[in-house]
């Protein structure tokens, strides 16, 4: 290249119209990506202060455009003046809510516990499985992440009738984990490969056992990397709707499925819909901002070398 | 099985060997082991003579096997410690997540492809009865399926549009730019939400035909009759572009992660042998971005084809099947028809098609990636 050009494009890049140009574009695409973002949320919350004709209008602003009411969440027994009168929708809410809080955390738990482990002996140590080798068991594990619900469901449906696991949090534990387990074991190997094999040496030279140094010395070490796994594992149980459809009725329905099954007979009560729909969302919504750090390490994990 | 499992003592180094343990202790394990697999086929072979009315002695449910089972595994992991020292104690790492994946997948996995052999509808008295293939002529003959299996293509077809978007925003988020903590934590958003509260709230209410903001927003723009789920194509589109919505932070981290990693001397180097913008895109980061793409896309490809949820709620497949996923079809199939047998028949051959893929497709990324570079 001629050392014209060189200096025709260093001083593009200094130009101020061009350089302003430039960050006119990526502010003006940022906002705009930001707006596809929050708009559908913001629609979520306003349109759960709305009235009927508020909602039918497409009315946008409140105080502006509506006067904002607790309609939706009155509806569903939390706004401040229905929140100490009995409501069985409140309760009924609340039971949903429970079952998605500990079938997420049951779930994820379980799943960093027997995942991490396997990850650790899998990074660790060599095994040999009949004729699986270390690199076929990692196969195994992460090879289940491409296995679709709707393969097992069907099958499960049967079993969980048989061994009485249908409509029970257990049995939505037992599943989640496995729809977790893949993506915690990518996650916890990447993790103990960036541990370095001495620091365990060391360990047992002075006297600790293998388990000794991997839950004083490693776990520690590891345990950012465990806390990612957790939340990303959580955001999935959390939204997971396919199984609980299926396999739930009564009793240990999750938060998904009762969003998902609220027309009423006369349609959508658009104002409950949405307090409710604003409800599923808030606690991952909160975890987000608060642990987005995590998150964003726990999908990163093994993409980048 | 498990005991099978043999470390080799390349580390540590100073692992105890596995004949300084006193045979009185291998005894011990070997009878642990043994009276636990004693104790689960007793269960298992009681449980099926109670099913099967020979015996009158057993339990109502199967649950007890499942017990049976747990204690098997931890009097298996118990063996495994008294009989081979350190080696057992390596072995337990791997047992737990082992005999977990064992329990949850094979087994349910062999029992569905016996299911999808049978004619069975639970709604119909006559209960399960065996048919060999029928279902599967049955399957090569239904449209809807084809359909369904046709969708798939579209929609995975479409994760190139949200890679290219989703490339777009991470260099947009890697630029040099204000506020980028908060950027990036509101780009994230989209996948933090559950897909149903979703796709009530955007699919049904925000593109509502009558009053939703998105439809208004089009009136305006000049589109007449802005009825995103009637029409078969504009129908499809509109389930794409949910589902890239929520989808596609996910893809744009992992390409943040791959460009933040990128080495600052190279691109410099680019613009010191005087490239422009354009060029150094393509010729430089590009490349060096494309492990990381292909990463990103296939695991998004994978996510891809699970895709259910967001249909069944927004259109239930309509307009006539025209947006049904294979999953979303299946989950109708034995929601609304109760058709167990062929429904688990159709899902098994989903199986097969997306292992095959899914082999082919990391076998040609594997040599896509190495070929470019």
């Keep these: 290249m001629s050392v014209q050009t060189t200096e025709y494009t260093v001083s593009e890049i200094r130009s101020p ?28 919350l306003t349109t759960s202060f709305k009235s009927a004709v508020d909602v039918t209008q497409g009315h946008l602003i409140p105080f502006v455009d509506f006067q904002p009411d607790w309609k939706g969440w009155r509806s569903l027994g939390l706004s401040p ?52 080798k270390n690199e076929d068991i990692s196969f195994f594990f992460l090879s289940q992440l491409i296995l679709p619900p709707v393969v097992l469901a069907l099958p499960f449906l049967v079993l969980y009738r048989e061994v009485g696991l249908l409509d029970t949090r257990i049995g939505l534990i037992l599943l989640y984990t496995l729809m977790v387990l893949p993506i915690v074991i990518w996650i ?7 541990i370095p094999v001495e620091l365990e040496e060391a360990a047992l030279v002075d006297g600790l056992s293998i388990w000794g140094a991997f839950f004083r010395i490693v776990m520690p070490i590891a345990l950012p990397g465990m ?18 459809a299926l396999l739930t009725s009564t009793d240990a329905k999750t938060i998904p499925v009762m969003v998902a099954s609220q027309t009423g007979s006369q349609g959508i009560n658009w104002w409950s819909m949405a307090a409710l729909a604003t409800a599923a969302i808030a606690p991952l919504a909160v975890i987000g901002i608060a642990l987005e750090r995590y998150l964003i390490m726990g999908m990163t994990a093994g993409a980048v070398k | 099985m498990a005991d099978q499992i043999l470390p080799t003592k390349d580390w540590p180094a100073n692992a105890v060997p596995s004949d300084l343990i006193p045979p009185g202790r291998k005894r011990l394990g070997w009878a642990v082991m043994a009276a636990a697999t004693l104790g689960l086929l007793a ?40 009989t081979r020292g350190e080696d057992g104690q390596r ?113 049904k209410s925000l593109m509502e035909y009558r009053f939703g903001p998105a439809a208004t927003l089009a009136r305006h723009l000049g589109w007449e009759n802005p009825a995103f789920f009637s029409d078969p194509i504009i129908a499809r589109i509109s389930i794409m572009v949910l589902d890239a919505w929520t989808f596609i932070p996910f893809m744009m981290i992992m390409l943040l992660a791959g460009l933040q990693a990128m080495s600052r001397e190279i ?47 927004v259109t239930s497949g309509g307009p006539g099947g025209a947006t049904d996923s294979v999953s979303s079809f299946i989950y109708r199939e034995y929601r609304d028809r109760s058709n167990v047998g062929y429904g688990t028949m159709l899902a098994m051959a989903y199986l097969v098609i997306i292992v095959v893929f899914v082999t082919w497709l990391l076998k040609f990324a594997n040599r896509f990636v190495r070929n470019v570079n």
Excluded at chain 2, 160 to 188: C, P, S
Excluded at chain 2, 286 to 300: E, G, K, Q, W
Aim: charged share 10%; hydrophobic share 60%.
């Design chain 2, 267 to 313: 691109l410099e180097a680019a613009r010191v042998d005087g490239a422009n913008a354009w060029q150094t895109f393509w010729q430089v980061t590009f490349p060096l971005m494309l492990p990381v793409s292909v990463t990103a896309v296939i695991l998004r490809i994978i996510f891809k084809l699970k895709l259910a949820d967001i249909i069944i709620t």
């Design chain 1, 81 to 132: 003046d229905s929140i100490f009168e009995t409501s069985t929708v409140r309760d009924e809410f609340f039971k949903r809510f429970m079952n998605s809080v500990i079938t997420s955390v049951g779930a994820s738990s379980l799943a960093i516990v027997i995942g991490s482990l396997a990850a650790y002996g899998l990074t660790r140590y060599r095994y040999k499985f009949a004729w699986f």
């Design chain 1, 188 to 194: 916890m190997r990447d993790q103990f490969n960036s």
């Design chain 2, 43 to 82: 269960t298992i072979l009681v449980q099926i003579l109670y099913k099967s009315e020979v015996d009158t002695i057993g339990f109502e449910t199967w649950r007890p096997v499942v017990y049976a089972y747990v204690l098997w595994g931890v009097a298996l992991g118990i063996g495994q410690v008294l």
């Design chain 2, 91 to 203: 072995a337990l790492f791997l047992l737990p997540a082992l005999l977990f994946t064992i329990a949850m997948v094979i087994f349910p996995t062999l029992f569905g492809f016996y299911i999808a052999l049978t004619d069975w509808n639970l709604s119909s008295f006559s209960g399960r009865r065996f048919n060999g293939l029928d279902n599967f002529w049955q399957m090569l003959a239904d449209p809807y399926y084809r359909n369904a299996l046709f969708n798939m293509v579209l929609y995975v077809l479409a994760v190139l549009v949200e890679y290219v978007i989703a490339f777009g925003l991470a260099l947009l988020l890697n630029a040099q730019i204000r506020a980028r903590k908060f950027f990036r934590v509101v780009f994230l958003m989209p996948l933090m939400l559950s897909p149903v509260a979703v796709s009530w709230m955007v699919g």
């Design chain 1, 17 to 44: 119209a061009s350089f302003i140009t430039s960050r006119v574009f990526i502010y003006g695409a940022l906002v705009f990506w930001a707006f596809i973002c929050l708009f559908p949320i913001y629609w979520t």
């Design chain 1, 227 to 244: 806390v990612a796994a957790f939340i990303l594992a959580m955001v999935l149980c959390w939204n997971e709707y396919f199984f609980a």
